[in-house]
């Protein structure tokens, strides 16, 4: 069987899937966003994973947001962002309205293969029959489905596609070989089969779900040590001398994995007749953080009147543009609602999105000894760098609250005359 692959959705995941299929196969690179497919065409990549040389060299790789150009596809990879609703429940229209799309181009013998994470079932329970219904056809007879979960780290040049182990599932043995075929050939790293689309889907649903439980013990350790009035950056450096201790640091968990998939497991464990205390407890406590640091905030300049603050930092990690459920966002209107006058700056991130997204103006350049402190949420490598500046932006009796303890100090506050750079 020849293999023509259309990846639907191209963003993290899906670009640097497509240039990896593109080395031994045909590929449709689709997506609805025309800005985006028109500057892929450009060779330029506006979530800088896939270097402009690697769009270059992609000669079997075609982008577009025509669907016309899906129709003589027989592998579809569907990579659509899952996000949550305003109530945490699963937003499934992405991966619906892709699969209808596809349920449209397939034939007999097409393969559909899921990346997007969402809880186990979903790909057999809602796509499957979308699929059966738009295309006439017969799940495990006509057409047949897969289930390979996206491991992507934004901004980690060191853990990419081809050096994680990458899952895959099928709906039967045969599809399973056919879906290692072309992954094996498409990614230098191990592939490893699991029994079913259900042990795929759960396998990537609890990766994150346990990261973000880890990250929201750590929040309870930072907030009982600050109660405790210890430092809790030199404790936890204390703890990972100890060689099982697991090196997990408190912070603001946005983005669209950690403080998303947990609600999705959350959604199925429910649905099923258990209540997930533990994993809800953590996703609670996580998403209040800007609380708890916009406390302490607050009562570092109460008597400071009029005090102005700058944030630095909106992207949901370092070294990203993505400001997808960027918690940063939270702590701004926290702060504003104090009172405070806050401004805020990330010349990683596309402003004209934040204002779009936020109805938040970022600045484009900080102005000298103006600020009464400044906040660093997120700790972008040109910070690291430039850290003398960072002291200028401070007035007189200014400070840093350095949550990310980029100046190396083990604690959060640090005074303008502490210089320790």
């Not at 050096?163 to 498409?186: A, D, P, V």
């Not at 699991?194 to 309870?220: F, Y």
């Not at 430092?231 to 603001?252: R, S, Y």
Request: glycine share 4%.
């Amino acid at each position: 069987m020849k293999y023509k692959i259309a990846v639907i959705g191209l963003g993290y995941v899906g670009l640097p899937l497509s240039i990896a299929f593109n080395k031994n196969f045909d590929v449709v690179g689709y997506d609805v966003n025309k800005k985006r497919i028109k500057e892929l065409k450009r060779f330029f990549d506006n979530t800088r994973e896939v270097t402009k040389k690697n769009l270059k060299n992609a000669k079997r790789l075609v982008f577009t947001s025509n669907n016309n150009s899906l129709t003589d596809c027989n592998i579809f990879v569907i990579t659509v962002p899952t996000p949550i609703n305003k109530s945490n429940l699963p937003d499934l229209s992405n991966i619906i309205e892709a699969t209808k799309l596809v349920g449209k181009k397939i034939t007999k013998k097409s393969i559909v293969i899921y990346e997007s994470t969402t809880y186990p079932g979903c790909t057999e329970e809602i796509c499957v029959p979308i699929l059966s219904q738009k295309s006439k056809l017969i799940y495990n007879k006509d057409f047949f489905c897969g289930y390979s979960p996206e491991r992507v780290n934004p901004g980690d040049k060191k853990r990419n596609l081809n050096k994680i182990s990458k899952i895959i599932s099928g709906s039967n043995k045969e599809t399973l070989i056919n879906i290692y075929k072309i992954y094996s050939k498409s990614i230098k790293s191990k592939i490893v089969k699991v029994s079913s689309i259900k042990v795929a889907e759960g396998a990537k649903v609890i990766e994150n779900t346990q990261r973000d439980l880890n990250i929201a013990l750590m929040n309870e350790f930072s907030i009982i040590f600050k109660k405790l009035n210890i430092n809790f950056e030199e404790v936890l450096n204390a703890a990972k001398t100890k060689w099982n201790f697991i090196p997990f640091t408190p912070g603001l968990v946005g983005g669209h994995c950690i403080g998303v998939d947990p609600y999705y497991l959350a959604f199925k464990s429910k649905k099923v007749g258990h209540e997930p205390k533990l994993i809800l407890a953590g996703r609670k406590l996580n998403d209040s953080m800007h609380i708890f640091e916009g406390n302490i905030i607050f009562n570092l300049l109460k008597e400071k009147k009029k005090s102005k603050i700058l944030v630095m930092g909106l992207s949901f990690k370092e070294n990203v543009p993505d400001i997808r459920n960027s918690k940063s966002f939270d702590l701004i209107s926290y702060l504003k609602k104090k009172n405070f006058k806050v401004d805020c700056y990330d010349n990683n991130v596309d402003n004209y999105q934040v204002k779009k997204t936020y109805k938040i103006s970022p600045l484009l350049n900080i102005k000298k000894n103006n600020y009464d402190m400044v906040v660093i949420l997120v700790a972008h490598n040109n910070f690291k760098k430039n850290k003398k500046k960072i002291y200028s932006y401070l007035k007189k009796n200014g400070f840093i609250y350095d949550f990310k303890n980029i100046f190396k100090t083990n604690k959060k506050i640090i005074t303008i005359n502490e210089k320790n750079i």
